[in-house]
C-alpha cells in the first residue's frame, strides 16, 4: 500500500528569492510574477506586500488570513481562474466531432 507522503501537511509561505528562481527556471519572464502554477491546481501568489509568496492551494493557502477565516482572496482567485479555464477549453482547443 502506497502512503500520499504530503497529506497532512499544510502549504508553506515561499521566500521571495525562491519565487524568483522557480520563476526563472520556468521560463516566466517579469521581475515578480502576480502567480507562478505549480502542480495539481496549486500555485504561488504574490502577496500584497511584494515581500514573498503564498502557496496555494484549492484547500488551503499559507497566509495568515486563511489561518484565521479557513478562506482567503487567493482561494477565490485561484477557484475563478480554474473555472475560467475549464469554461473556455472547448473555445481553444476544438476537437474534431465524430463521424
Not at 520556468?26 to 507562478?36: A, R, V
Request: hydrophobic share 30%; proline share 4%; net charge positive.
Amino acid at each position: 500500500m502506497y502512503k500520499n507522503l504530503l497529506e497532512g501537511l499544510s502549504p508553506v509561505t515561499q521566500t521571495i528569492d525562491s519565487g524568483k528562481a522557480l520563476a526563472e527556471y520556468l521560463g516566466i519572464e517579469g521581475d515578480l510574477p502576480e502567480t507562478i502554477a505549480l502542480a495539481n491546481g496549486a500555485r504561488l501568489t504574490l502577496s500584497s506586500k511584494k515581500d514573498c509568496y503564498y502557496m496555494t492551494t484549492p484547500k488551503s493557502c499559507s497566509c495568515k488570513g486563511f489561518t484565521y477565516r479557513r478562506t482567503c482572496k487567493h482561494i477565490k482567485e485561484l477557484e475563478c481562474s480554474s473555472s475560467w479555464l475549464f469554461s473556455n477549453l472547448g473555445v481553444r482547443f476544438n476537437l474534431p466531432e465524430a463521424a
